[in-house]
């Protein structure tokens, strides 16, 4: 078990949430990806595994992990949703052609907020931050 699914279920457990098989496989396929994946992709890629489980398992499962801050549900005007493990804060690269995501580690950033909230006097919660364009494999066709 990797440190960050470990820290996951340490946390999920705290908060009296039950472990179940499915919501497991759920947190370490998340953990395990890098691809941002929607919940039909997730299901797809668990139901062998599940074969009882249901779309809507899934979707319940990713809105616990988001309201408890283990997930940040991304929506980028394509009208599907996709989920990121929220390991630390970063930012992405969206493809305009093939809807690839990238992630953008930038600590240059970190004080953003501070900064928006200094300037306008606004109480800043959160923040996000994309780039669109095409990614190195569209550029290439």
């Known amino acids: ?9 340490e946390r999920l457990k705290y908060n009296h949430v039950r ?15 890098d691809t941002h994946p ?3 992709e997730i299901y797809k890629a668990l139901e ?6 249901s779309v809507a ?4 499962n990713l809105r616990l ?13 394509d009208h599907c949703s996709r989920f990121d493990f929220v390991s630390n ?9 093939c809807g690839h995501v990238e992630d953008i580690y930038y600590p240059g950033l970190e004080d953003v907020e501070q900064v ?13 931050l994309e780039m669109f364009g095409l990614c190195p494999d569209c550029q290439k066709k």
């Open 116 to 128: 928006a909230s200094d300037l306008t006097g606004y109480a800043v919660k959160s923040h996000r």
């Open 38 to 40: 929607t919940a039909d």
């Open 65 to 77: 992990f988001t309201k408890m801050g283990l997930v940040k549900e991304m929506t980028f005007g």
């Open 57 to 60: 398992t899934i979707y319940n």
């Open 1 to 9: 078990m990797s440190y960050l699914v470990e820290q996951s279920i």
């Open 89 to 97: 804060e970063h930012y992405h690269a969206i493809c305009n052609q």
């Open 19 to 33: 472990i179940t098989p499915q919501r497991y496989a759920i947190l370490e396929y998340l953990i395990d990806q």
């Open 48 to 53: 062998n595994d599940f074969p009882g489980m």
